[in-house]
């Protein structure tokens, strides 16, 4: 054990001065570490101090909390008075003037008299450990130690800068809520309080990483989420053993199922929204501090073709806007290998006109097809990537230079054909209809395996990786669940919201894949129009009546 392991080890002494030099010595080469001396309470003087790490606190908490310690004015007598009750008639005062007396008087009950009576903090916590205190000082929160007290008291001072609020940059939407999750895990839980304001809204904390100890928080709804998930969840976190945790990232590759699995099996999203619903049918999201991702577990493959615009605008708008995200993903991941396929093993299944065509602008094109479309496909991931990487300004430039060269240019150069620019450019755009940007990447990592092997063996060689990856994407599961459900196991009372959604009066129940026993709604809420009366419509048509006279008149 090193000497800082067991410095953190060891409980406060009742010497401030051997407290002071434990904490000045782990934090020695720490120039941000702040350590600030005073006394307080005139009649006693009390020699007190607190640590803090300047830039992570806000500096405002530690001088109202000295400034409360020092003009407090009142008799002490009344933790002393407690100290008496408990071990006989020793002099309060005597207990607090002399260092020697002091070791006498209860430190416990000078820190909880100062706790209850001294401070107006929403949150104090007494501690009496090393470790507890250096943690507290890491993270942003600031510690008192009072000379004769064996005990010590933690403040919550966290107030570094922070991003404000803002629109999510990764999932925008023509209509819906314009926040997103920001790196201050606290304002993140807070955006889905403010969305479901249940008490058995639960939101469970821990701590994972050695070195980082970054805030874990695991939000779910007590009596709707699935029996049994919630302790997995905390199962597969609590197995974690890792240096750091940046991001939520780290956490998703660490505690997902299939791990080797080009398949997104967890679902991440910077809306508050998008987590609330979650929340509400079952599922429980994961909290990580330091990143606007949260995670949500279980995911299906369906949910990442899903957008928040599909549940704000109406049901035949959001279905139709679904149903084009699927038709997206069917061009993004099959078209490039059909076109190679056929192109190479199979030109009479194309039309003789269409192939004369095609034939005639690869005339001068000096690869095989599938080369042609690997280097096209290549030098479109590399203007992807390019442009994500650059600063704004000179990603744009990279976005006209890489047109250019991807274009017009490549063609008359005899590098490309003109069909392949159309069909990359077509399969571009349509991996960006995809919501999701995790699955989009996915869907452009499959890609590759399936177009070599059409360009290689053909028809077979196509069907072959189709089916290898069909039957793999049936096997794997998230946190249990089938990753393809509920079209496999098919459920039937849950299709009101995969391919297409129905209206919100048809969704009444929750989804058999949450806990299923829930009812979300009163039965009967399709609008109509009002019913009438046999007396009301009479009167209806005698006024019609004698409108139509008055007018003859």
């Known amino acids: 054990m090193s000497s800082l392991e067991a410095d953190l080890k060891k409980t406060f002494f009742s010497d401030i001065d051997e407290n002071k030099k434990i904490i000045e010595s782990i934090f020695t080469k720490d120039i941000d570490f702040v350590k600030r001396d005073f006394s307080f309470h005139e009649d006693k003087n009390i020699p007190a101090v607190c640590f803090y790490t300047d830039g992570l606190v806000n500096t405002q908490v530690v001088e109202e909390t000295i400034k409360a310690l020092t003009i407090y004015k009142g008799n002490l007598t009344s933790s002393q008075g407690q100290q008496n009750s408990n071990q006989g008639n020793q002099s309060a005062s005597q207990g607090i003037q002399s260092s020697n007396q002091s070791n006498q008087y209860s430190q416990v009950l000078l820190v909880d008299f100062i706790k209850k009576n001294v401070l107006t903090h929403a949150s104090v916590e007494i501690i009496d450990k090393f470790e507890k205190a250096v943690n507290g000082i890491l993270a942003g929160d600031t510690v008192f130690l009072f000379d004769g007290c064996n005990q010590g008291m933690l403040?919550?001072?966290?107030?570094?800068?922070?991003?404000?609020?803002?629109?999510?940059?990764?999932?925008?939407?023509?209509?819906?809520?314009?926040?997103?999750?920001?790196?201050?895990?606290?304002?993140?839980?807070?955006?889905?309080?403010?969305?479901?304001?249940?008490?058995?809204?639960c939101v469970e904390g821990m701590q994972i990483g050695k070195k980082s100890k970054t805030d874990i928080n695991i939000v779910y709804l007590e009596g709707t989420v699935k029996e049994g998930l919630v302790e997995e969840v905390k199962e597969r976190l609590k197995k974690i053993e890792i240096d750091a945790v940046l991001e939520s990232g780290y956490i998703e590759e660490l505690i997902k199922d299939s791990p080797w699995s080009p398949f997104t099996t967890m679902q991440n999203t910077e809306r508050p929204d998008k987590v609330a619903a979650g929340i509400l049918e079952g599922r429980v999201a994961i909290f990580v501090d330091n990143t606007p991702f949260v995670l949500i577990v279980p995911s299906y493959f369906w949910e990442f073709f899903q957008a928040s615009d599909d549940y704000y605008s109406g049901f035949l708008a959001g279905s139709f806007f679904r149903a084009i995200r699927f038709i997206a993903f069917i061009i993004s991941l099959v078209v490039p290998s059909i076109y190679v396929m056929l192109i190479s093993f199979h030109q009479e299944m194309i039309p003789t006109e269409l192939a004369l065509t095609i034939a005639s602008g690869r005339e001068v094109i000096p690869f095989p097809i599938l080369l042609e479309a690997l280097i096209m496909e290549i030098v479109f991931e590399l203007m992807r990537e390019a442009g994500l990487r650059m600063p704004k300004p000179v990603g744009q430039a990279v976005s006209i230079v890489g047109s250019l060269v991807i274009g017009q240019a490549a063609v008359q150069a005899g590098i490309v054909s003109p069909f392949m620019v159309i069909l990359v450019a077509l399969t571009g755009i349509a991996s960006f209809a995809i919501p999701n940007y995790s699955a989009s990447f996915s869907i452009r990592l499959i890609r590759f395996p399936l177009l070599i092997a059409s360009g290689t063996l053909g028809l077979m060689g196509f069907s072959a990786v189709f089916t290898i990856l069909a039957v793999h994407a049936l096997s794997i599961r998230s946190f249990g669940e089938p990753y393809l459900a509920p079209a496999t196991p098919f459920q039937p009372t849950d299709q009101k919201d995969i391919v297409f959604r129905f209206p919100w009066w048809k969704m009444d129940k929750q989804p058999k894949l949450a806990e299923g026993s829930e009812k979300r709604e009163q039965e009967d809420l399709m609008p109509k129009p009002p019913e009438k009366s046999p007396e009301s419509e009479q009167s209806e048509k005698s006024k019609t009546r004698t409108r139509r006279r008055s007018n003859d008149e």
Not at 163 to 180: A, C, F, K, L, N
Not at 189 to 197: N, P
Request: hydrophobic share 30%.
């Open 155 to 201: 403040i919550p001072s966290r107030g570094w800068d922070t991003r404000s609020v803002d629109e999510p940059q990764t999932e925008q939407v023509v209509r819906g809520p314009r926040d997103g999750f920001t790196e201050n895990i606290r304002t993140n839980t807070a955006l889905v309080r403010r969305r479901i304001r249940d008490p058995l809204l």
